[in-house]
């Protein structure tokens, strides 16, 4: 059998074979450029101005990590044993290679961005100033310190050696290094067509020039010095073209050209003394390498910037595009809306004409009181409606605030019953409500609305059959489900219906009124309230809709909600009510009812004529009705509070709106006012004057204004 741990020591061996594989390579290639450098030194034999292996040795130590020492100092050591000097000089020159190369990447890597360097201007500049000052002169001072305690150097030579090292090793690391490192970079990919015949013609560009300037095949005059400027133009191509990497490439190819044209004895830089010539050589390449490498890094810079402002534009255009969708689609659902609202509120203005052009003719009085109940139920049909638009203003508003609390699940299911029994029983359906004793935690409220909705829409929909209404434990949850033997809800329907203003479509459907907006509701509250929704349907047989709601334990009191107090418990006989309203019909209509109840009323149009009645009369009222929106970009809020600062005390008030917009809510709710919407229901203004009569004792004696 095989063991399980073997694959471990296999990888480790191929670890180390590769490890072993790298450093014979970079000290093979360390090797072959030190003895090609050292080929070139006069001044003294391991004093060269032309010093490949420094450029080599810091790309190595950049790109394989510090490691790779042992490679640099085996290599340098051979070099110089062979060349010159003895073993104890050649291992103190190896030493001072291998410090070169590790002080300079290690403060590369810490301070310039390691093998990115050459990405930024300020790291490129860094680069420089780590080579040039601190990490060349290592080699040079170790070098030749060792050559001259040993006897190998003149003193009178170590300036000049010293020297000639220093710039031969800067030159390596700031032509040769470049190269390496950028080429050898994973961040840069393939070229496309473009790119390489690009790069092909700024290096044949770079090659031609070298030859023209530099060749020693060309007999040099004293007109050709000058043509050494050109060397400028395919840097400069490179650095504004093709970046970092071609620019690196086209210094190499012209630095190698150079150098090969000044031992030749060709170009502008030959003078009598060869070391000189080279020294000349080197300064050159230094003077246009660095600039271009500072060039291409910052072009590629801002070429990144224009990347990154061309695809923040385009992520702009994107938005804008989806933005303009959206808008056109609120467009569209807008006008959608209007055309459903139109049609659905039209159906009850319509009976409602029909309804009391019955009641002008002659009617007998069994007739008259069922004409009395069809326009009764028509005002409550449209009521829904206008109640399915106020609640969605209020969720869009963010007004409505989730007040949790547990109360028994009975409540709500004996108020399902009452609400819906007269309803089903008209249709013919059969309604079941199975009983429960589950205690649960939600706003009472809310739940309530929810579920009244969901039946609500069973009720519209289902034309035979019935409708059960039960409740199952889920672990800590309470599962309420509404059943129902409508016609179901098609499967690439189902996301649809919980959208505002949606209908399905269906010919046998109720034809009783609706916005479309009722599951729209239930959706947004259960997100409110943070209930799970469930729906199961077939289509032909009928929906299930389902509400998870948290249980809690049987028996635990709280403040749930309440039940209205019956009518006959109401106690606003003989109050006075002030009713602000500019329409007169608004007037008369309030007025009236409130007479019928006892009260004591008093109607006027506007802030200013209602303190001129008050004054008149010299009465307090009890109570303030005003509409919200009053002539002349009024508000009732304000007409409220000029009557409060004439009387010197806060007096109870309602607003009444028909405006479903999020500003009167806000407005309303940060006065303390209560605000109900048109149209208002006679026994809810009813609860609603009771209980604030019971908020401040019962009202107060009315008093003389002095």
Not at 380 to 403: V, W
Not at 473 to 491: C, F, K, M, N, S
Not at 648 to 657: F, H, N, T
């Amino acid at each position: 059998m095989s063991d399980p741990r073997s694959p471990a020591p296999t990888t480790n061996s191929s670890r180390v074979i590769s490890y072993i594989g790298g450093l014979v390579a970079i000290g093979a290639i360390y090797l072959v450029s030190a003895k090609g450098g050292l080929a070139l030194a006069s001044v003294h034999p391991s004093a060269t101005p032309i010093w490949p292996p420094t450029g080599v040795a810091l790309a190595a130590v950049l790109l394989r990590g510090y490691r790779t020492w042992p490679a640099i100092f085996v290599a340098a050591m051979i070099a110089n044993a062979t060349t010159a000097g003895s073993i104890a000089t050649a291992i103190a020159i190896a030493t001072g290679n291998s410090l070169e190369a590790v002080a300079g990447a290690y403060l590369i890597n810490r301070w310039s961005g390691g093998r990115n360097t050459f990405s930024r201007p300020n790291s490129v500049a860094k680069f420089a100033v780590i080579c040039v000052v601190i990490a060349t002169p290592i080699s040079a001072s170790i070098g030749l310190s060792s050559l001259a305690i040993f006897g190998y150097i003149e003193p009178k030579n170590f300036v000049d050696a010293w020297i000639t090292w220093w710039l031969g090793d800067v030159t390596g690391a700031l032509v040769i290094a470049p190269v390496i490192v950028l080429w050898a970079s994973s961040s840069y990919h393939a070229f496309n067509r473009h790119e390489f015949l690009e790069t092909v013609g700024v290096l044949t560009t770079a090659a031609a020039v070298g030859l023209i300037a530099f060749s020693p095949l060309i007999e040099q005059a004293p007109g050709r010095d000058s043509l050494g400027f050109l060397a400028i133009l395919p840097m400069l191509w490179a650095a504004l073209r093709r970046g970092p990497r071609d620019t690196a490439t086209v210094a190499l190819v012209l630095a190698g050209i150079t150098i090969w044209g000044t031992h030749m004895g060709g170009g502008p830089f030959v003078t009598p003394d060869i070391n000189a010539s080279f020294l000349l050589v080197l300064m050159f390449l230094i003077s246009i390498t660095v600039p271009s490498l500072l060039l291409s890094a910052d072009v590629e810079v801002r070429k990144k910037a224009e990347g990154s402002l061309r695809r923040a534009h385009a992520e702009l255009e994107r938005k804008v595009a989806e933005r303009t969708q959206e808008l056109q689609l609120a467009n569209a659902a807008k006008s959608r809306f209007l055309a459903m609202a139109s049609h659905d509120l039209r159906q009850p203005l319509h009976a409602l004409g029909l309804f009391v052009a019955q009641l002008r003719t002659p009617l007998k009085p069994e007739e008259r009181t069922k004409t009395i109940e069809r326009v009764d139920a028509t005002r409550k049909e449209m009521d829904d409606m206008f109640n399915s638009l106020l609640d969605i203003s209020r969720l869009d508003a963010g007004m409505l605030t989730p007040k949790l609390t547990e109360f028994p699940i009975a409540r709500l299911l004996q108020k399902i019953e009452t609400a819906f029994d007269q309803a089903t029983r008209e249709k013919g359906l059969r309604l079941r409500i199975q009983p429960s004793d589950a205690w649960v935690r939600s706003d009472a409220m809310l739940l309530e609305r929810i579920m009244l909705n969901l039946v609500s829409n069973a009720v519209r929909y289902t034309l035979r059959g019935g409708i059960l209404v039960g409740c199952r434990r889920r672990g800590e949850l309470l599962r309420i489900e509404v059943w129902d033997t409508g016609p179901g809800i098609p499967e690439d329907q189902r996301q649809n219906i919980f959208g505002e203003f949606f209908q399905i479509p269906a010919s046998d459907q109720s034809k009783s009124g609706g916005l479309g907006l009722g599951l729209a509701i239930v959706d947004r509250l259960c997100l409110l309230l943070n209930h799970q929704i469930d729906l199961a349907s077939t289509v032909s047989r009928g929906s299930r809709f389902a509400i998870l709601v948290p249980t809690v334990d049987e028996g635990v009191k709280s403040a749930a909600a309440t039940d209205l107090p019956r009518p006959g418990a109401f106690a606003v006989d003989g109050k006075a009510i002030l009713v602000i309203a500019d329409a007169p019909i608004m007037q008369e209509g309030t007025g009236g009812l409130l007479s019928k109840w006892g009260c004591s009323v008093l109607a006027a149009g506007s802030d200013e004529a209602t303190l001129v009645r008050l004054a008149e009369r010299q009465q307090r009222p009890d109570l303030i009705i005003s509409d919200y929106h009053l002539a002349s970009g009024k508000t009732g809020i304000r007409a409220i509070e000029q009557i409060n600062a004439a009387f010197g005390s806060s007096i109870p008030a309602i607003l009444v709106s028909g405006d479903t917009a999020a500003e009167p809510l806000r407005d309303a709710k940060d006065r303390g006012y209560i605000l109900l919407h048109k149209p208002v229901d006679p026994m809810q203004l009813r609860a609603v004057m009771h209980e604030l009569f019971r908020d401040h004792d019962g009202g107060r004696d009315a008093g003389a204004v002095s």
